[in-house]
């Protein structure tokens, strides 16, 4: 059983998850231990900048000549939301295989282990609204900077509104 417990804005929200709360609890089997998790609230991005963030990259490609998969690779690197790891060289071969989005920065060796380092992309269907944000203004300016056509200053912030209104996290 998953249930959503009522965002906590103002103090009178309080009260209102109480409730939500109590009748939850006359839900739960007894007998049985649940889980409860409290996290940060982050809103969720709208599918339809992803979609607009395929379109633009598409139309980078077609413009260089490139694979879109590679400049999809290449504004995740760029714009996306990254990590930096390093991993020792003899299990890069297998390790390489989890990352979707990687480039090797180079490599460096302590007390006779040897490493590669890497910068690892986080796919975009994971980003939230200040992520996906970044993202697709670095995929705008790349667009414009090969004089590709954008949406105006206008629809692209009427696009960024809709993030976190009845959304969920999808991909390509």
Request: charged share 30%.
């Amino acid at each position: 059983m998953d249930k959503t417990i009522t965002l906590i804005e103002r103090a009178e929200d309080t009260i209102k998850v109480q409730a939500q709360l109590v009748a939850l609890m006359g839900e739960l089997k007894k007998g049985k231990t649940f889980d409860c998790i409290i996290q940060e609230h982050k809103e969720k991005r709208s599918k339809n900048a992803n979609d607009y963030s395929w379109v633009l990259q598409d139309k980078i490609a077609k413009v260089l000549g490139r694979r879109v998969d590679d400049i999809h690779n290449e504004m995740v690197l760029q714009y996306g939301v990254i990590e930096t790891y390093s991993i020792k060289k003899i299990a890069w071969e297998s390790a390489k295989r989890l990352f979707d989005y990687y480039k090797v920065l180079g490599e460096s060796s302590i007390n006779d282990t040897e490493f590669i380092h890497i910068r690892v992309g986080l796919g975009t269907h994971t980003y939230n609204t200040k992520e996906m944000s970044k993202f697709l203004d670095g995929v705008v300016q790349e667009a414009k900077d090969l004089g590709i056509e954008t949406k105006t200053p206008k629809e692209l912030a009427e696009l960024k509104s809709l993030w976190g209104t009845n959304e969920k996290h999808n991909s390509k």
